[in-house]
């Protein structure tokens, strides 16, 4: 059985449907702090079969530690996160006793229960604005702003966690920019508030719920000014995951792999695709440059493809038309 923890979210939904497609029993933990229960029935609709869901918050111990005892749970994708950047900065101690509390949690647990298998959910936003890219699972990380940070220590407690118990083992997944939807158009990213990211914002410009898009400034050192990104189909970043699970089964220690596309695309880029595949016109301004962007951030992949079997196949093209479909379908998201 694989425990997913916040399994009822974005990343946690599309992880739990490929799992489930690939013949894996599922159990999710959620605290539905930020997703919704309706989240289940959907993935039952794509899949036929419904996870396992307890409703937890990683860092309570008891609960936890119960979920570990009553289920023969042989690996967790840990997803469970505080994750908006901004947020961090303003409440940076909500974000690392939370984020780093369900780590150090979740160790705890798996410990006790002799639970030996970890994917976890950490983000290209560790490299920071030190290097260029192409980022490597070798550059050097730095972040800026408490988000990133916890993401960071969370890898540095795990694979201390490894080192200290060989039988322990880890694959860390730096996530690029996950877009996208199933191309069911049942479940999606559904950001709680006016979206902070590009993709749902532009999603919610289409459906009319948001006037007009703004773009973080125009002058930034790129190809028409605009910031780029690599962007990733959240079903391709979901597959990754149980590619992750497979080199846990023959690979001891802990291993770092990106998980993007290895391609750039800048704002406005990002805006045509968008038109081109859905019909829809997304008005826009230029707006002030956002504190704390980075002018250009994508992945070498190459690691993830020789050592994961794993690469993306899904394009612009496709994010733009299974993102449009959930939305389309889902204007209000999972709120009816
Ligand atoms: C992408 C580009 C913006 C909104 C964030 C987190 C990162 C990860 C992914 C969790 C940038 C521009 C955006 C808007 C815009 N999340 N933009 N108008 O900042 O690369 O990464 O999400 O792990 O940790 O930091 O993604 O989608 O916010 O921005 O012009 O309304 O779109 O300036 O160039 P980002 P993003």
Redesign the pocket.
Known sequence: MVLVTGGTGYIGSHVAVELLNAGYQVLIIDDLSNSSPLVLDRIERICGKRPGFIKCNVADTDPLRKVFSDHPIDSVIHLAGL?S?PESVSEPVKYYSNNLNATLCLLKAMSEYGCRKLVFSS???VYGVSGAPPFSEDSPTSCTNP??WS?LMSERIITDACTADPSLKAVLLR?F??VGSHESGLIGEDPAGV?????P?ICQVAVGRLEK?????NDYPTEDG????DYIHVTDLAAGHLKALNYLSNHDGVRVFNLGTGKGCS?LQMISAFEQATGITIPYEISP??PG?VPS?WADVTRAERELGWKASRDINDMCRDGWNWQSKNPMGYRQ
Do not use: E, I
């Open positions: 994750k950047a983000s290209a936003t988000y990133g993401k996530y920019n996950p979206p902070l990211n590009l993709f914002y898009l703004h773009v973080n400034g605009t910031g780029v990104r704002v440059r956002r962007d951030c």
